[in-house]
């Protein structure tokens, strides 16, 4: 062939680190990394801050405050008076749109990474072989490594005519300005039962339906008879064990065909049935990994294979912002090690360009780390991780399940006690559901799960975290002094109960 009619091949150019996909993780470890001295390539084909900022928490978050707002002025009744509530969804979706997405825009965001020192590349990123990163006609090589943040998309079931019809994800939920005046919730986890309970509160005849036993199907049992309960006297109609087989619409309405002859039809349809990992865009069978897997898996230091990392949701150790978060901080610690020992090291090529800011970052981070000595890499340890679903009450938990620790062979003891019976649910009174149950290991008398259900369980769980983390003795805990009257007071009871 004539050079002149040789195919052209864009010139890699040369950087320390490519970070693809700038969800909350990946911005963190980009931004990090350039604040320290490395030249970073952050990629990003959709918002800069991921799901998080625009979909997910920030927002639903907000809905749920408002939700609870109309529900504590409807408990006013019987407590101090009389109360008459008129839900509005405009100033929900006002502060929605303006306050925490800037009406989907990530203008601020990206600025907030190039101002740090980053170089921002709108597009699909994609490995083209050891240390390589492709977004459309540009290359990258990375000196130091890539860092793969590119999370995870909803995952939506192969129903017969699901495809064909406008159902709504979790982003048509959170972006919507109208209320419909029905909905059928396909999918009874923690997005779902969020969802449901906010647009119920709002007047939305709202029906869930879920293929598993029980909603909340990862938590305990008695978090799931909880949560359920609560959101029946919300009205919400909750049908557990129904497959879902078809789904047809007609222009206005949809129908929810399901085994056994169950049907449901609604106004809006929202499926909230898990999220998945798009592995296949990725380019990983450049680098000799297995891209037909369901998330990434990584070491304790969050190494995919030598020079590539992963953080964040494409992990599989949770879809989690706190997650993407304390990954973040292993994967940036683990990077500046090697960029030390790079600058240290012989370089021929006099390609380093990493300087002192670097090294004291990596010293600092590295220090800070939850395991390992001092000085040291910290390595992932997910013992303790905490979650929550924002529901009223809400259901922390931390930990193993009670189902899971016995499957385990561990010697199991269990605590309980019914957060109505502490004395600050006995003044709460109205809307006192909940509970505190502890897994312990009898063995090794220490928790190794918990859960935390009521009106602030989410922040109760935390002093649970904290035992369960730091293997506190159950002989210690016992011993503490909760402050009263508290909710997380009825710890001391559970831990009484234990057997």
């Known amino acids: 062939m ?28 980009a931004g990090r990394l350039a604040e320290a001295g490395l030249s970073v390539v952050g990629v990003e084909r959709d918002l800069v801050g991921g799901e998080c900022p625009y979909w997910g928490c920030i927002p639903s ?51 907030r990474f190039t101002d740090r020192g980053g170089r921002f590349v709108r597009g699909s990123g994609r490995i083209d072989g050891p240390g390589r990163v492709r977004v459309g006609d540009q290359v990258f090589q990375a000196r130091h490594g890539i860092v793969l943040g590119t999370g995870t998309r909803p995952s939506v079931p192969p129903i017969d005519g699901l495809a064909d019809t406008p159902y709504w994800t979790n982003h048509q ?6 209320l419909p005046a029905s909905l059928l919730v396909l999918g009874g986890g923690a997005i779902g039962l969020e969802l449901a309970q906010v647009f119920a509160r709002f007047g939305v005849r709202v029906t869930v339906v879920e293929a598993l036993d029980r909603v909340l199907a990862v938590e305990e049992p008695e978090a799931s008879e909880v949560a359920a309960a609560a959101l029946r006297a919300d009205g919400v109609e909750i049908h ?52 037909e897997q369901r998330f990434l898996s990584v070491d304790d230091r969050l190494q995919v294979t030598d020079g590539i990392w992963a953080v964040g949701d494409v992990t599989g150790e949770g879809a989690f912002t706190h997650i993407a978060m ?41 220090a800070s780390g939850s395991s ?25 938990a931390v930990g193993l399940t009670e189902r899971q620790a016995r499957d385990r062979g561990i010697n199991v003891q269990i605590g309980y006690t019914k957060l109505g019976s502490s004395t600050r649910g006995w003044i709460h009174q109205v809307g006192d559901e909940g509970f505190i149950k502890l897994i312990a290991d009898a063995d090794q008398g220490v928790l ?17 975290v904290v035992a369960v983390h730091a293997a506190v003795p159950i002989s210690q805990l016992r011993h503490m002094i909760y402050a009263y009257p508290t909710f997380h007071r009825a710890i001391e009871d559970a831990l009484r109960n234990l057997r």
């Open 2 to 29: 004539p050079l002149g009619d040789a195919v052209r091949v864009a010139e890699p150019e040369l950087v320390d680190v490519v970070v693809v996909g700038l969800g909350v993780g990946g911005e963190e470890v």
């Open 61 to 111: 978050k907000m809905m749920i405050r408002a939700a609870n707002a109309l529900a504590e002025a409807r408990r006013v009744d019987g407590l101090a008076g009389t109360a008459q509530v008129q839900p509005d969804w405009a100033p929900v979706a006002r502060r929605i749109r303006e306050e925490a997405t800037d009406t989907w825009d990530d203008t601020v965001a990206v600025r």
């Open 173 to 178: 939920a959170i972006e919507v300005e109208r």
């Open 240 to 291: 557990t064990g129904v497959r879902a087989e078809r789904v047809e619409h007609d222009g206005s309405r949809f129908t929810l065909r399901g085994d056994g002859g169950a049907e449901f039809t609604a106004d809006q349809l929202l499926v909230v049935t898990g999220r998945r990992a798009h592995l296949e865009e990725l380019g990983l069978d450049t680098v000799g990994l297995d891209a």
């Open 326 to 366: 304390y990954q973040a901080a292993i994967v940036i610690a683990d990077v500046l090690a090697r960029a030390r020992l790079a600058a240290a090291g012989p370089d021929a090529s006099g390609t380093a360009s990493v300087v002192g800011g670097a090294m004291g970052a990596s010293s600092s981070l590295a």
């Open 372 to 396: 390992g000595s001092a000085g040291s890499v910290p390595r992932a340890d997910y013992r303790a991780l905490p979650r929550v679903t924002f529901t009223d009450p809400e259901v922390g």
């Open 448 to 464: 190794i799960g918990a859960t935390s259900v009521g009106p602030s369980g989410g922040e109760v769980l935390s002093a649970l």
